[in-house]
T-cell receptor, first 111, second 115 residues
């Protein structure tokens, strides 16, 4: 079953600009994670934010979580060509130890 | 570094064949997962295992089975491959279960084509 929905489905920006992706979910969660997938490869974990946290930073990444709106955003600042990838959110649903995945946002950074 | 290794990057099989996809992790993780990934559908869980010889069905187990005889190895079996099983298959492992769930580590993926 799919819970997370990323928005937009695709995003194309110039190198150096900031990129913002959003994730909405339906049920209560323990945590929310963001992953990156380079074309045709496996996924790489970026950041995990717990349900009692509102904001988290890791290098050029900033993640926010609004549990009242059941949404999260991933901000990549000063984008680089190497950031070109698909980005997925995954939620750890309460009472269920599976990760529930969204369909992803495809980010293209133009040089 | 955690390493999750899938036995093949690309695989082409014929309809009706029995197909084995192998996954090995080297970090002594309890949990292992098999997903399939199709455009626009995100990752869908086929099966997962939280211990040796234990397995649980995910969202789309039909047409698949799994085997976990050793902690480090989790195999996905397509009993009789069909064209609708053409997909990217991703194996993952993670060290914890439940509310303290931490990150999952993924293999590089196997792109399976059934002809």
């Amino acid at each position: 079953s799919q819970q997370g929905e990323e928005d937009p489905q695709a995003l194309s920006i110039q190198e150096g600009e900031n990129a913002t992706m959003n994730c909405s979910y339906k049920t209560s969660i323990n945590n929310l994670q963001w992953y990156r997938q380079n074309s045709g490869r496996g996924l790489v974990h970026l950041i995990l934010i717990r349900s009692n946290e509102r904001e988290k930073h890791s290098g050029r990444l900033r993640v926010t979580l609004d549990t009242s709106k059941k949404s999260s955003s991933l901000l990549i600042t000063a984008s680089r060509a190497a950031d070109t990838a698909s980005y997925f959110c995954a939620t750890d649903v309460d009472s269920n130890y599976q990760l529930i995945w969204g369909a992803g946002t495809k980010l293209i950074i133009k040089p | 570094d955690v390493k999750v290794t899938q036995s093949s990057r690309y695989l082409v099989k014929r309809t009706g064949e029995k197909v084995f996809l192998e996954c090995v992790q080297d970090m002594d993780h309890e949990n292992m997962f098999w997903y399939r990934q199709d455009p626009g559908l995100g990752l869908r869980l086929i099966y997962f295992s939280y211990d040796v010889k234990m397995k649980e069905k995910g969202d789309i187990p039909e047409g698949y089975s799994v085997s976990r005889e050793k902690k480090e190895r989790f195999s996905l079996i397509l009993e009789s491959a069909s064209t609708n099983q053409t997909s990217m298959y991703l194996c993952a492992s993670s060290p914890l279960v439940g509310p303290k769930n931490t990150e999952a580590f993924f293999g590089q993926g196997t792109r399976l084509t059934v002809v």
